[in-house]
């Protein structure tokens, strides 16, 4: 079983910048694949960003490419997402989850509570 912990939202003025942090419980985390969703007010979750166990692939949404950047530390069982240029669009709950699997797939294990993310106009 994989606990994860999410860090670092928060409300930002559009134009600005967060960190989030996810930190990951248990021995196994360098074998999973990671992902980033999130999931806006009366809208259903959606995709943001991926990266495989190495760190080496990722995957990026169209809506945040070239604004987002996720990366891992696997000595800290932490993955992050560094979110710059932010919209108010991109308000939403970001939740963090585990793929079992160590290549980025449409399957995710284990998921996080959420972290609140809210972009001022």
């Known amino acids: 079983q994989v606990q994860l912990v999410e860090f670092g939202g928060g409300l930002v003025q559009a134009g600005g910048s967060l960190r989030l942090s996810c930190v990951a419980s248990?021995?196994?985390?360098?074998?999973?694949?990671m992902g980033w969703f999130r999931q806006a007010p009366g809208k259903e979750r959606e995709f943001v960003a991926a990266?495989?166990?190495?760190?080496?692939?990722?995957k990026y949404a169209a809506s945040v490419k070239g604004r987002f950047t996720i990366s891992r530390d696997n000595a800290k069982n932490t993955v992050y997402l560094q979110m710059n240029s932010l919209k108010p669009e991109d308000t939403a709950i970001y939740y963090c989850a585990a793929n079992r699997g160590s290549y980025i797939s449409s399957v995710y294990d284990y998921w996080g509570q959420g972290t609140q993310v809210t972009v001022s106009s």
């Open positions: 248990g021995r196994t985390f360098s074998n999973y694949a």
């Open positions: 990266i495989d166990w190495s760190g080496r692939s990722t």
